[in-house]
């Protein structure tokens, strides 16, 4: 059905979980309930690292969904999130993407709030020489900007505007804890930095792109001529019990020989003539308790842990409307980390990213999907491979976890 | 304020030196741009020396001195992989790309005959079916060797200042 963003019907196919209609990805009002149910609702939303917040003062702008959101380090060491909202007239005010402060004062009025999102003062708010000010009551506690609960695991921070949400860890589960924790846990970080880019698709898109190996083994074609991911190789989706995060793992097998039914079908994913001058890039380092040499997680609804290889970070994801995404990227290695190793983190950033060998590839496909989305005559898609498991599966070819993501969001969002 | 970056300059140019030096680099920049704007990727490592760093840096990461870089390339071969991985596996939207590189400002030249210089670079952006759009603004912090007039880079470090990158970038700048 042409035109779904401005009349869609927002009723699911009835086939069920193998068709996605087009609706979710480019309704306006199907994102603002998105936004009222996910990102406002039940959620633990990614907001920062604890190490970027080196002392009392640290601050920096952050998103809760679509959201404005400062988070910052009070006095007495705890992390604070609120709504980045004068809570006057609605400004802004906080500018600066990171840095230091002892309070936070709105340029357009100077109204000030203290580190832990308080309001502290309000010029002329008894007026001058008995003329103007606020009313006599007018009770400043009472006009603190929206605050958010702040949950932390290993320094990864959430967010959540739900009183009644669960504790972190059950949100997570223990699957999702197990991957997480092998990062995280293991080291104090190191920020190395960041990159930000805006994707023309649906934040669900970047998701599913991640819970989807099939692509791995086809789009990526670097990937499968130097052997990083190939069909056939040990790999697993591990999804959690209520299907809304997953972790992509797998392990390198630079000795995989392919049988020919494999090397068959992948031969569109192939260059054999394709030879690297300099592949000490790819080595890996092993420094993970963990069997697998890459795990990428998905953890709803706004983050994505890249573990690839030795080439560590977070992936922020900011909706901005139906159509298009921000991915905020915060690159790290660990304080232990010598001169060599960071340089080796640095070198092997050369797959990821937004001008990764891997990374233009899915952000590309990306917005060639949500074109096909936004402007086609058809209006639904199909998710129907490895029809026997809904959530985890051993095989790269695929949609298992699609499913059990869109069996979540259905109940979510009331569908 | 970028310029303090780079330390123990020898900066006793003459006026003459630094124009022919300036005329010198307007000249390799204009042939930089012209493979890149042609998508002759191939072409592209042959601006470098063998032992040279290529990398491309958002501005917020400069400014704190952090050393994450969308592209991270030491040596020439890291830039001839980068060259063929585009050419022979990266899947992207045809595009076209124009590069405009002015602003030369010749800081000076140490004591092994290395030359520094920024320039300011814009890069335009066109997919097929969009209107042409400002992809990225930046600067090159450039170290040169001269070998019988004829200048090639020893380092090219690209900051940029365009920190929401549009979508992603394929080719270098």
Known sequence: MLDQGSNPNLVWPAEGLTHIPDWVYTSEENFKKEREKIFLGNCWNFVALDAEFPEPGSYKRSYVGDIPVIVSRDQDGKINVFENRCAHRGVEFCRELRGKADQFICPYHQWTYGLTGDLIAVPFRRGERGKGGMPADFDMSKHNPKKFNVANRHGVIFASASETIEPLEDYLGPETCEHFDAVFKKGKLKILGYYRNRLNGNWKLYHENLKDPYHATLLHVFLATFKLMVAGQKSAMITDATGRHATAASARDEDLELGEDIAGEMKGAWRDDMKLEDTKFMNYVDEFDSPWTVTMQTIWPNLIVQRELNTLGIRHIVPRGPHALDMYWTMFGYESDDQEMLNHRMRQGNLMGPSGYLGVDDNEAIRFLQEGLRRSFSDRGIVKLDPNNEGNTDTLISEASIRAMYRHYRETMGL | ?173
């Open chain 2, 1 to 173: 304020m970028m310029t303090d970056k780079v330390n123990d300059l020898q900066t006793s140019l003459t006026t003459e030196e630094k124009r022919e030096i300036r005329f010198l680099i307007e000249e390799f920049n204009t042939a930089y741009a012209r493979v890149l704007d042609a998508q002759k990727i191939e072409e592209w490592p042959d601006f470098f020396e063998e032992d040279a760093s290529y990398t491309v840096i958002p501005r917020e990461n400069f400014d704190e001195d952090l050393p994450v870089a969308l592209v991270w390339c030491e040596g020439k071969s890291m830039m001839r992989d980068r060259a063929s991985a585009i050419r022979s596996t990266m899947v992207f939207a045809p595009r076209y790309l124009r590069h405009i590189i002015s602003n030369v400002f010749v800081i000076g030249r140490d004591k092994e005959g290395y030359i520094f210089s920024e320039s300011n670079y814009l890069v335009m952006e066109t997919l097929m079916e969009d209107s042409t759009r400002i992809f990225q603004t930046g600067v090159y912090f450039d170290k040169f060797c001269q070998n019988k007039g004829q200048l090639s880079l020893k380092s090219r470090q690209c900051v940029y200042d365009s920190l929401l990158i549009p979508n992603d970038m394929v080719f270098p700048v």
